[in-house]
């Protein structure tokens, strides 16, 4: 079984496919699986083609940032 390999990726512009892009080049690896954390503010839609025009043939989970924690903020995300 090949062992799981992960690279994390974060942006904060409110433009998906630039966020994505971003991440993606902070990963350090292409994408298999991306986890993406949006606020809800933002049309969901708009969102994932965004992403999707970036991650292209990977596997996407949409999540919201209504109240995750993140260690690499430093610091508790509300939105």
Same mark, same amino acid.
């Given at each position: 079984?090949?062992?799981?390999?992960?690279?994390?990726?974060?942006?904060?512009?409110?433009?998906?496919?630039?966020?994505? #892009?971003? %991440?993606?080049? /902070?990963?350090?690896?292409? +994408?298999?699986?991306?986890?993406?954390?949006?606020?809800?503010?933002?049309?969901?839609?708009?969102?994932?083609?965004?992403?999707?025009?970036?991650? #292209?043939? %990977?596997?996407? /989970?949409?999540?919201?940032? +209504?109240?995750?924690?993140?260690?690499?903020?430093?610091?508790?995300?509300?939105?």
């Amino acid at each position: 079984m090949k062992p799981i390999d992960v690279g994390i990726g974060v942006s904060d512009t409110g433009d998906a496919e630039a966020a994505a #892009k971003e %991440a993606l080049e /902070m990963a350090g690896r292409p +994408a298999e699986l991306g986890i993406v954390f949006a606020s809800s503010h933002y049309d969901p839609h708009k969102t994932y083609e965004g992403v999707r025009s970036v991650l #292209k043939d %990977a596997n996407i /989970m949409g999540c919201t940032t +209504a109240g995750e924690i993140s260690n690499l903020s430093g610091k508790a995300v509300n939105n």
